[in-house]
Structure formats: structure tokens, C-alpha cells
């Protein structure tokens, strides 16, 4: 650690962590070595986690839970103890609560379909309200606007404060008697926001509403505590997370499970079938339609294990110790606006900003041929675009393998970026 960066405290050994991630020592134009600043989008893997991928396929791939000889029981080992390392990383009372999806998009669609489906009291119809949030990634709004459009629901949501936070200070007309299900982010991919969850929990359970909680950028940075958030539903997914793309996770409370309707029909998640009519599964396998994300999972399931390892606490602590220095740094640069709480506290580990009047476009394009590589764009949650009267912004976004070096880097990137549009 250079003497700049001596007061940061909390900071985990990440020259030890990078040598887990080969892309990290790779090499972009030619010379420059990557400096990874989009981790909100997709982490990178570590070898650990590419090691269980190939070792699935090159020695057990098969097909889950109907094979009796060998190789097809030790792929449904693998894969449900993919199941029980995911229901213990986030506390889940038990492991049938643990759903795996495709991402959390695919996630937060079967809660909304699912509660268009259901009969009462779990309905969603004409006569009830939705309760979304305006910082929501759009993968939290436009299931919600469908099943409000098919249901003739009524949407309503949180506005933002200026601060970048929600406003919570009409929540007792926005979720009222008639409000059926509540949904928001836990952190917020463009704002880095870290939302109150126990008032929002609160006010819903008072009017016996349901919970969805889309923790996509809370999971691979914190402690995630299902039975502690006091939701209905939890959404997250595995590529922010050390793990492969293609394997997301919905948690469901057990009885919600057992009286819901699934989503998709197939194989795998029925009991009986009949050409009159068939029964279903008892819950995960209920809403697993058709062979599943299988290696997928067993790769989620080896960076639970790697997270795990290291502990979420340690890896949250790091992150804030970068994030509180980005801050810091960022501010430092003129005519750089944070998109956002502009401190450290109670925000994730992803930074919005504009840089005068230049476009985000070409901020990244310029940054890129440092070697440095951040997110631009309105990042999936346009309306918080609209809100704060901006067209896009740059996101950079940290990790457990982030450095003070690396915010030092983009600082004087952007220095670059600012002397190149004069």
C-alpha cells in the first residue's frame, strides 16, 4: 500500500485475491493492464469457480435427478448441494426454499406471474395496487407494469429525493389496504443507494402485503440474511457474484411456495400427468421446469463456497474502505457530480457520475483506451435517468479485488478525459 493510501483501514490482501481471477492480468490496446471497474454488471471468476465448471463437465456431466447409474447421481449431488451451500449463504429456514432460475430477471418474472395466477388471497387483480420504487433496475419494473396491465392492477411507486434516496414520506398512502405486493431494490445499481428495508417491511406486513426483495447487488457484497430482511421473496444472481452467467436464485418462504401456482410447465416440475390434467411437484422442483442450469449452479455454488471463505463481512468491509476513497477522490475532480449519496454511508459499492458536459459515451470510450473499464449508459433504470434530468451516466463499480491503485487510476483517467474535450 502506497503512503497514500495508509488511513484506509479494513482493506482485504486483494494482491493475494487478483491471482485468483486470470482476467485480471490481462493485457487491453496492446500494453495497458486492465483495470476492471464494472463489477455492478458481471463480476469476474475466479479460478476456483472455473476449475468446478470444467471439472462438471469433463467428468460428471449428466442429466439431474431421474439417472440411476453413476455419473447422472454425482451431477444431482453436485447440483443439489449447489441447492445447500446457497440456502446456508443466505440463512434460508430450508434448502426447498431455493429456487435456481436463469438471473434475477427471470426471478422477480415468477413472483410477479405467480401472484397473477394465484388465488386468493395471494391474487393480484383489478381491485389491487403494486408497490414498486423509481431507482428500480428495469428487471423490477416492467414484470410488475406486464402484470398490472394482464390484472388491471393499479402501480404505484417511491419517488427520490435529490440525495439520491427514497422518499419515504408518503409511505403510508402508498402502500395501503388495497396494496398486494411491495417490491424494491435492497441496493440500487445506478445510486449505490442502500434502502431502509425495515420501514418498507414494516408498512407492508401492517397491511398484509407480500415482500419481493431484488437483492442482485446486495448478495455478492454482504451479509444476506433472508430470515433477518423479513421479506416474502428474495431475487439475486450468480454473475455479480463470482459465479457463471446463466444461474440466478429466487427464496421463497415455504408455505407461499407450496399454495402458488408455477410459472413454467415441463418436465421435471410435475408429480403426476395425465392428458387431462397433471399435478406438480412439491417446491424447488414445482417452478424447475426442463433440464436446469446444471453446471451453472455447481459453479454458483463454488463461489459461494470462495465468498465464503473469505467472509462477507470482511468483504463488505473492504468495499466500503474503497468506496468511502472513491468518494473522496472523485470529488476532487472538477465538474464530476455524483448521481447519488455523495458519502460513503449507508451506499453500495457502484459510483454514478456526470463529468461536465460530457457525454458518458465518451468518457468510457476514453477511459477504455487507458485500460480502464467502467459501465455507461442509463444501467437498466432509465427513470432514474429522467429524475435527476441526465441523459446517462459513467458507473464504476468495485469488488473484493479492487484497489485504492485502481480509483487512482480512474481519477486520473478522467483527468485525461477532461484535458482531451479541453
Given at each position: ?11 482485504l490482501?486483494t ?6 481471477f486470470?482476467?485480471l492480468?490481462?493485457?487491453?490496446h ?7 471497474l464494472?463489477?455492478a ?5 475466479p ?13 460428471h ?5 431421474r439417472?440411476?447409474y ?10 443439489e ?5 446457497v440456502?446456508?449463504?443466505i ?23 405467480m ?9 393480484v ?9 423509481e431507482?428500480?433496475h428495469h428487471?423490477?419494473i416492467?414484470p ?12 404505484k411507486?417511491f ?9 419515504l ?6 402502500i ?10 435492497l441496493?440500487?445499481?445506478?445510486l449505490?443507494?442502500?434502502?431502509p428495508v425495515?420501514?418498507?417491511?414494516r ?6 402485503a407480500l415482500?419481493?426483495v ?6 455478492p ?5 433472508v430470515?433477518a430482511?423479513?421479506a416474502d ?9 463470482c459465479?457463471p452467467?446463466?444461474i ?6 415455504q408455505?407461499?411456495?407450496e ?6 410447465g415441463?418436465?421435471e416440475?410435475i408429480?403426476?400427468?395425465s392428458?387431462h390434467s ?5 417446491a424447488?422442483?414445482?417452478?424447475e ?8 449452479a ?5 463461489a459461494?463456497d470462495?465468498?465464503?471463505a ?18 473522496r477522490?472523485l470529488?476532487?475532480v ?5 448521481i447519488?449519496?455523495?458519502?460513503a454511508e449507508?451506499r453500495?459499492?457502484a459510483?454514478s ?7 458518458p459515451?465518451?468518457v ?7 485500460g ?8 437498466c433504470a432509465?427513470p ?16 473484493l479485488?479492487?484497489?485504492p491503485a ?14 482531451f474535450?479541453?
Amino acid at each position: 500500500m502506497t503512503s497514500a493510501h495508509q488511513g484506509l483501514t479494513g482493506l482485504l490482501d486483494t494482491e493475494a485475491i487478483r491471482k485468483d481471477f486470470p482476467l485480471l492480468d490481462r493485457l487491453v490496446h496492446d500494453d495497458k493492464k486492465i483495470v476492471y471497474l464494472d463489477s455492478a454488471a458481471t463480476s469476474q471468476k475466479p479460478r476456483q469457480v472455473l476449475d468446478a465448471l470444467n471439472a462438471y463437465y469433463e467428468r460428471h456431466n449428466a442429466n439431474v435427478h431421474r439417472g440411476v447409474y453413476t455419473v447422472a447421481e454425482e451431477a444431482t449431488a453436485l447440483y443439489e448441494g449447489a441447492r445447500d451451500k446457497v440456502a446456508a449463504f443466505i440463512n434460508a429456514p430450508s434448502r426447498d426454499e431455493v429456487i435456481f432460475t436463469k438471473n434475477a430477471s427471470e426471478s422477480l418474472n415468477l413472483v410477479a406471474n405467480m401472484l397473477g395466477w394465484a388465488d386468493e388471497p395471494y391474487r393480484v387483480d383489478h381491485e389491487t395496487e403494486i408497490v414498486i420504487t423509481e431507482m428500480e433496475h428495469h428487471s423490477n419494473i416492467v414484470p410488475w407494469q406486464l402484470l398490472a396491465q394482464r390484472t388491471g392492477a393499479k402501480l404505484k411507486w417511491f419517488g427520490l429525493t435529490d440525495e439520491g434516496r427514497l422518499d419515504l414520506s408518503d409511505i403510508d398512502e402508498l402502500i395501503t389496504e388495497k396494496t398486494k405486493v411491495v417490491s424494491f431494490t435492497l441496493v440500487s445499481n445506478l445510486l449505490g443507494t442502500v434502502n431502509p428495508v425495515e420501514a418498507i417491511v414494516r408498512r407492508a406486513q401492517e397491511v398484509g402485503a407480500l415482500v419481493c426483495v431484488d437483492a442482485s447487488q446486495a448478495a455478492p457484497h454482504m451479509v444476506l440474511d433472508v430470515q433477518a430482511l423479513q421479506a416474502d421473496f428474495v431475487a439475486f444472481t450468480g454473475h455479480k457474484m463470482c459465479g457463471p452467467t446463466g444461474i440466478g436464485v429466487l427464496w421463497g418462504r415455504q408455505e407461499l411456495l407450496e399454495d402458488l401456482p408455477p410459472f413454467l410447465g415441463g418436465g421435471e416440475m410435475i408429480e403426476t400427468v395425465s392428458m387431462h390434467s397433471s399435478t406438480y411437484a412439491p417446491a424447488p422442483h414445482k417452478f424447475e421446469a426442463g433440464t436446469p442450469p446444471i453446471a451453472q449452479a455447481v459453479g454458483l455454488g463454488a463461489a459461494v463456497d470462495y465468498l465464503s471463505a473469505i467472509g462477507m463481512e470482511n468483504i463488505a468491509r473492504h468495499e466500503h474502505a474503497i468506496t468511502e476513497y472513491a468518494v473522496r477522490r472523485l470529488l476532487e475532480v472538477p465538474d464530476l457530480r455524483i448521481i447519488g449519496p455523495a458519502t460513503a454511508e449507508d451506499r453500495g459499492a457502484a459510483i454514478s457520475f456526470t463529468l461536465g458536459d460530457i457525454h458518458p459515451h465518451d468518457v468510457g470510450q476514453v477511459l477504455d483506451e487507458q485500460g480502464i473499464a467502467v459501465r455507461v449508459g442509463h444501467h437498466c433504470a432509465r427513470p432514474v435517468c429522467l429524475r435527476y434530468g441526465i441523459p446517462a451516466t459513467t458507473r464504476a463499480s468495485f469488488y473484493l479485488y479492487s484497489t485504492p491503485a485502481e480509483v487512482d487510476a480512474l481519477v486520473e483517467g478522467l483527468e485525461h478525459v477532461r484535458n482531451f474535450f479541453g
